[in-house]
């Protein structure tokens, strides 16, 4: 389980909509003061990321959490918006130099991105459910007794 900090600023049901200040995914690593993920981190700032998570720990606004997410989940929505997109593309374009040419090839390659981002779009809207991060704790500083 990947886990992150947040605050809770919204409560519908049972999910919580909550902020997560947004990190470099290498901000503990030795070397960010000359990567260029670091460097992009501090060009773009630390903005907040807000979100629906399943809110498991009852945590009300103004609670500070613990959310997580399933690192099957992260992989697979991985594979899904660059590997498929990027399937799309190769297999259309190999197809359209075969049957057409140089020309069409490209054309076709390009139709195939566009269609694997059509498909990505319509299989995330369906499993959003699924992939939902979970409000797996509060903290004690949240300030509220159980």
């Not at 990947?2 to 909550?18: K, T």
């Not at 979100?51 to 613990?66: K, P, Q, S, Y």
């Not at 929505?77 to 190769?90: D, F």
């Amino acid at each position: 389980m990947i886990e992150q900090p947040a605050r809770v600023v919204a409560v519908d049901g049972p999910y919580a909509w909550v902020e997560s200040e947004r990190t470099s995914a290498c901000g503990q690593c030795s070397a960010k003061g000359s990567c260029a993920s670091g460097a992009l981190a501090r060009l773009l700032g630390r903005r907040s990321v807000r979100l629906r998570a399943l809110n498991r720990a009852a945590a009300v606004v103004g609670d500070r959490v613990t959310i997580g997410i399933d690192e099957g989940v992260l992989l697979r929505g991985a594979l899904l918006m660059y590997g498929l997109p990027l399937a799309g593309l190769l297999a259309a374009a190999a197809t359209g130099l075969a049957i057409w040419g140089e020309a069409a090839s490209v054309l076709a390659g390009g139709a195939g991105l566009a269609a694997g981002f059509l498909f990505v779009r319509h299989r995330t809207r369906r499993a959003a459910e699924r992939g939902l991060p979970v409000v797996l704790s509060r903290s004690p500083a949240s300030g509220r007794s159980r």
